[in-house]
């Protein structure tokens, strides 16, 4: 079946500049998460959606960062007045419960110059 | 406070040894355990999980890990490196409740695999 998916799958944008990046879960599943993942980084957790709820935000780095989920289903993280620090690759990732395992897509490699 | 720790951010071996990667965790109730793995560019794969039952789990790519309560660790082995085991390798912990697990992660460990 489908796994998840993630557009746009690479994003260069300038400094100050807003942007969205989609993910697209796995059918059924009801959690999906955000993370970041920087150059020889390991994960950084942003955002849990249970459905279109999100309990836990706490990994949000800034009032920048925002994040919505639709129907349950996809979601869209969106920075505005991006930063260069916030170069990174930003991974998506569903699961059937917050107590299953996740799985993951492909990510967005984020680029601010 | 909950917590993994994965000793070794970098892990070198021949082609054809052991592989170990090391992951102990902190945790107060009974946890969830994964480990998942990052080849270059690409997205994480679930290798292997640990929820109940047996305690040692073998998973994808001749990898296992055993759970050991007492030591409260969750290490990764496979007996025989491969030239296309190199990759980064993450442990996870999911701890809480109901609706209100969450996963907890370590670092991470790069697995480099010399021929």
């Known amino acids: 079946g489908a796994g998840v998916s993630q557009s746009p799958s690479n994003k260069v944008t300038e400094k100050g500049k807003d942007v969205e990046l989609r993910c697209d879960p796995i059918?059924?599943?009801?959690?999906l998460y955000w993370y970041r993942q920087s150059l020889g980084q390991g994960l950084e957790f942003l955002i849990y959606?249970?459905?279109?709820?999100?309990?836990?935000k706490s990994g949000l780095p800034s009032d920048r960062f925002s994040a919505e989920r639709t129907g349950g289903s996809v979601s869209t993280l969106t920075i505005q007045r991006t930063q260069q620090e916030d170069s990174a690759v930003y991974l998506c990732?569903?699961?059937?419960?917050?107590?299953?395992?996740?799985?993951f897509g492909p990510g967005t490699r984020l680029t601010v110059t | 406070a909950q917590s993994v720790t994965q000793l070794g951010s970098h892990v070198s071996v021949s082609e054809g040894a052991l592989v170990l990667l090391r992951c102990n965790y902190s945790?107060?109730?009974?946890?969830?355990l994964f480990w998942y793995v990052q080849y270059p560019n690409q997205g994480l794969q679930l290798l292997l999980k640990?929820?109940?039952?047996a305690t040692l789990v073998k998973g994808i790519n001749g990898f296992e890990a055993e759970f050991k309560k007492s030591e409260t660790s969750f290490h990764l082995t496979k007996p025989s490196a491969h030239m296309s085991d190199a990759a980064e390798y993450f442990c996870?912990?999911?701890?809480?409740?109901?609706?209100?697990?969450?996963?907890?992660w370590g670092l991470g460990t790069s697995l480099a695999v010399n021929p």
């Open positions: 990732a569903s699961s059937l419960a917050s107590y299953y395992e996740q799985y």
């Open positions: 059918s059924g599943h009801t959690a």
């Open positions: 959606f249970q459905g279109n709820s999100a309990p836990d």
């Open positions: 945790s107060s109730v009974p946890p969830y």
């Open positions: 640990y929820t109940t039952g």
């Open positions: 996870a912990v999911s701890v809480g409740a109901g609706n209100n697990r969450k996963l907890i």
